[in-house]
């Protein structure tokens, strides 16, 4: 079956740019994790949803940072007024039931640039 | 302040050797230990877990051994193949569900 997709895989954004990343994770999996992954980091934990639910969103590192999984399926992560420190690659998982040892599966990433 | 740290950014290894990549933490706290796997352009991929109630877990050629007294993991491949070429990421949870992630560090298998 399909795995987690993200779209666009590439972003090139102007400061102060608002922009809009999506995230589709593997059908019927209940949560959905959002990740940013500085250059030479590993990925750093953003927001976590169990359906349409956000249950944390202690990560994400400003006000200008939303997220978004409105029907429990597709997410959207949106960035306002992009800054440089914002590029980065963002990544999107999902799993199956959620638990705290459940697999995680990632998809591809979006890489932000901030110019 | 680093909670998991991976202090190799890079290991090489001659094909068919074994493999050593190792993990450091902090926090008592975590109660279960990941590794996952990442080609570039690609999201990682779950290798093999251990819960710290078990000081190893093995899945056909990858071993991965947890020393809690010294807060200490370390994955081991046998024998190394091309195809193991790729960022190795150690990443540690509790019941919260969120994962800590190392820095990783790039296994290179030379033929």
């Known amino acids: 079956g399909a795995g987690v997709s993200q779209s666009p895989r590439y972003k090139v954004a102007k400061r102060g740019q608002d922009v809009a990343l999506r995230c589709d994770p593997i059908s019927g999996h209940v949560s959905l994790f959002w990740y940013q992954q500085a250059l030479g980091q590993g990925p750093e934990f953003l927001t976590y949803f169990q359906n349409e639910a956000q249950l944390d969103k202690s990560g994400l590192p400003s006000d200008r940072f939303f997220a978004e999984r409105p029907e429990g399926s597709v997410s959207t992560l949106k960035i306002q007024r992009t800054q440089q420190e914002d590029s980065a690659v963002y990544l999107c998982a999902s799993s199956f039931r959620g638990g705290p040892t459940d697999t995680q599966y990632f998809g591809p990433g979006t890489r932000l640039t901030v110019l | 302040d680093q909670q998991v740290k991976q202090n190799s950014p890079s290991l090489s290894v001659q094909e068919g050797r074994i493999s050593i990549l190792n993990c450091d933490y902090t926090n008592s706290m975590f109660d279960y230990f990941l590794w996952y796997k990442k080609y570039p352009a690609e999201g990682p991929t779950f290798l093999i877990s251990i819960s710290s109630i078990k000081d190893k877990n093995e899945d056909g050629r990858f071993t991965v051994f947890l020393n809690k007294s010294a807060k200490h993991l370390s994955l081991h491949i046998v024998p190394s193949q091309p195809g193991d070429s790729a960022v190795y990421f150690c990443?540690?949870?509790?019941?919260?569900?969120?994962?800590?992630w190392g820095a990783g560090t790039k296994l290179i298998i030379k033929p």
């Open positions: 990443a540690a949870g509790n019941s919260n569900y969120q994962l800590i």
